[in-house]
């Protein structure tokens, strides 16, 4: 185990960066611009788009490198960020909404989600009720405080409190939403008839990749949230994505280590907005995200240097999914 000591590197102010950044081989044309961006969006989020410019090792910049060619790229995700986290808000709604229809037909049982026999994992399932409770028991929305003062629930005497599965199904987050839906005990598909929702409702094959996609968009939508790094970041394999893509379009392939074949890239930003793209039409939703994320690009030309590392096929406006070709 590495030894460990304390922090003791002073903070540095904006200047002092830029100097370390001139010292490092970036050009900075307006010292003063460059200093109140950093001085806005701080050094530490911002390094992250100095990173694709530098050696790995000496920490300089490629020749020709400007302040401006990385805020060009801090810009362009911060706009891919926006564009990609208000389609996941249709996606995610859509799916709250879809799957606990479904189940409460199914189950005849508007309170579902409290009955534990449905779920493999009983303990992540207690731990999503746990903290719904909590959420329920301190909200002050109109419907919750009504609710309250209202009504109780005779299905379950552990969790009496706790509202029908349409108005619970809102208060979770999508994560507890992901791990709940991918706790789904397997013994159950037939009689949920699970995979029919998938393809019926989602028009994804099966209901175990979906909940595949779901973790990936989750993964996604928390970047997106938090306004971290989006663009060549790496995320969970949408397991079966690669089947609906078009078999005309060659992926982008991952470096392979010594000895072993290249495999195609599927844990990158493309596979996921393909992902998005998949659910949100079966959810109903017909404009397609291509042209969009197409301007976006185009719009900042910076980023024309990173479609590999974000996993865009070169061919990729040819994918029928994202254009109406």
């Known amino acids: 185990m590495a030894k460990l000591s304390p922090y003791q590197k002073p903070q540095q102010s904006a200047v002092e960066l830029c100097n370390k950044l001139l010292n490092q081989g970036l050009l900075i044309n307006d010292l003063k611009v460059a200093e109140n961006i950093l001085n806005r969006c701080s050094y530490y989020r911002f390094k992250a788009y100095l990173y694709p410019f530098q050696d790995n090792k000496t920490k300089v910049f490629t020749p020709g490198t400007s302040f401006e060619d990385c805020y060009q790229l801090y810009i362009f995700d911060s706009e891919l960020r926006h564009y990609i986290f208000k389609i996941i808000e249709q996606v995610e709604i859509g799916v709250r909404s879809l799957f606990d229809q479904w189940m409460t037909k199914q189950k005849d049982n508007p309170f579902w989600y409290l009955d534990s026999s449905l779920f493999s994992e009983k303990g992540e399932q207690v731990k999503t009720v ?79 990749s979906l909940c595949s996609w779901l973790i990936t968009i989750q993964q996604v939508r928390n970047r997106c949230a938090h306004h971290n790094r989006l663009f060549n970041s790496n995320f969970a394999s949408p397991t079966g994505v690669k089947r609906i893509l078009s078999k005309e379009i060659p992926l982008v392939k991952t470096k392979a280590p010594q000895g072993k074949h290249e495999e195609d890239q599927l844990n990158r930003l493309y596979t996921a907005i393909i992902a998005i793209q998949k659910l949100n039409s079966g959810i109903g939703y017909s404009k397609k995200m291509g042209p969009k994320l197409a301007q976006i690009i185009e719009s900042h030309p910076i980023s024309s240097r990173f479609m590999a590392s974000m996993g865009f096929p070169k061919e990729w406006k040819k994918e029928p999914l994202l254009f109406d070709l």
């Open 130 to 208: 746990s903290r719904l409770r909590d959420m329920f028991k301190n909200s002050k929305e109109d419907y919750a405080v009504h609710y309250k003062s209202k009504h109780y629930n005779e299905y379950c005497s552990f969790f009496r409190d706790l509202p029908p599965g349409w108005v619970a199904i809102e208060l979770m987050t999508f994560g507890d939403l992901t791990k709940l839906m991918s706790s789904l005990a397997d013994e159950h598909y037939n009689s949920l008839k699970i995979n029919r929702f998938a393809k019926s409702k989602l028009t994804v094959e099966k209901y175990k």
